[in-house]
């Protein structure tokens, strides 16, 4: 997905009641999860999940030069132009219906939209999309929110506890690595937040004067480093893989029953050090790269 305007953007057509019936009780809707740093989509057919995909955030200023109408006419072509795009790489089998009988019949569907957003900015672009919805806390069936907590936070425990059952526990290794546990009557215990992984690499480089910007090793580092580099790897990793095993202990003692799930950007790489390094706490941990969208499913 661009991150401006195409200079080929051309108003489509009204089609105010081209959805009208269309789908039935099948109807698809898109749900679009905004995180921090990327835009996380969900196709769904009723509440089936049938695929889901990144792409990068819009770009607000430039969007922002557009009149209201062309704003939520270009959504809807960012929306459908989303989808074409999997399509066109095989990563995704349309489902046979009127609405994607052809791409031009899909680039004219302003689907429905569910949208769940943890930054301001590109929360306030989409509403501007002619069929949306906005998911908050107060929807959400589970007791003891916060009115801070993230709803990425809170849809991602919900729908890990949805699927595996409830007490949960939910890390989600992304641009912050958070733990947020439920206990057995879907009631929020508590949780913390620190830095992601690759948060704490960029702001080493960026907030230190010699430091590099480097990336993640592939495997566990050598935790006695001979160089920066290398040094920087294992501090980053060795205290995020400690710190993920203490939370996770802590848990099991308070809940032993509980489920463990991880989602977000690094936790397959999370994952593979956990295991590395204490390989009976990570065989306890649920990868659930989907645990958003089951809390939206939700929400249908």
Same mark, same amino acid.
């Given at each position: ?24 009780? #099948? ?7 905004? %995180? ?17 995909? #990144? ?13 209201? &109408? ?6 809807? &072509? ?26 031009? *019949? ?20 989409? &509403?501007? =999309? ?17 009115? *801070? ?15 595996? %059952? ?16 439920? #206990? ?6 508590? !949780?913390?937040?620190?830095? !992601?992984? !690759? ?33 920087? &790897? ?38 593979? =050090? ?20 089951? !809390? ?5």
């Amino acid at each position: 997905m661009e991150n401006s305007i195409p200079d080929n953007f051309r108003s489509p057509p009204r089609t105010d009641n081209l959805i009208s019936g269309l789908i039935g009780k #099948d109807q698809i809707k898109i749900a679009l999860a905004i %995180g921090n740093s990327r835009l996380h989509w969900g196709l769904f057919v009723g509440k089936t999940l049938e695929k889901t995909w #990144d792409t990068e955030h819009l770009n607000a200023d430039t969007v922002s030069r557009l009149s209201e &109408q062309e704003k939520a006419k270009y959504l809807v &072509q960012t929306v459908t132009r989303s989808i074409e795009e999997v399509s066109s790489q095989n990563l995704l089998s349309l489902p046979a219906t009127p609405a994607f009988s052809s791409p031009h *019949t899909l680039s004219l569907v302003p689907l429905p939209l569910i949208v769940a957003s943890v930054v301001t900015q590109q929360t306030a672009i989409w &509403q501007s =999309y002619p069929n949306v919805r906005i998911i908050t806390l107060d929807q959400l069936p589970i007791g003891g929110l916060y009115p *801070t907590l993230g709803i990425d936070r809170a849809l991602a425990v919900l729908g890990a506890g949805n699927q595996f %059952g409830w007490p949960v526990l939910l890390i989600d290794a992304g641009t912050a690595l958070t733990f947020t546990g439920a #206990d057995v009557n879907r009631y929020l215990f508590g !949780g913390a937040i620190l830095p !992601g992984l !690759g948060l704490q690499l960029s702001s080493l480089s960026k907030k230190t004067a010699a430091l590099p910007l480097i990336s993640l090793p592939e495997n566990l580092p050598h935790r006695w480093a001979k160089d920066t580099a290398g040094a920087i &790897q294992s501090g980053v990793v060795y205290a995020a893989v400690a710190g993920v095993r203490d939370f996770i202990e802590d848990w099991r003692c308070l809940f032993p029953d509980s489920k463990i799930a991880v989602t977000g950007g690094d936790r397959t790489m999370l994952l593979k =050090y956990l295991t590395a390094a204490f390989p009976d706490t990570a065989s306890a941990v649920i990868d659930a790269p989907e645990a958003i969208f089951w !809390g939206i499913t939700h929400e249908l």
